[in-house]
């Protein structure tokens, strides 16, 4: 399953929470809470997360963000 954030896509399924895009993080912007990579209000979306994730289950959206709808 996907959880979709404001800058970033994650895949509970393919994740095996490892901590490496946590511990990547120079902004400290994703937590593990509950189970699940939680996206942070810090984050900048440089990639690094992505980049180093041995399992591709988290994704940098780049370009335009889903706004909440009102």
Do not use: Q
């Amino acid at each position: 399953m996907f959880y979709e954030y404001k800058h970033l896509k994650w895949n509970s399924h393919w994740c095996k929470r490892c901590m490496i895009c946590v511990e990547m993080c120079p902004r400290h912007a994703l937590a593990l809470i509950d189970d699940a990579i939680v996206e942070l209000d810090n984050c900048n979306a440089d990639g690094l997360c992505e980049r180093f994730c041995p399992d591709l289950a988290i994704e940098v959206i780049h370009g335009n963000s889903k706004e909440p709808t009102k």
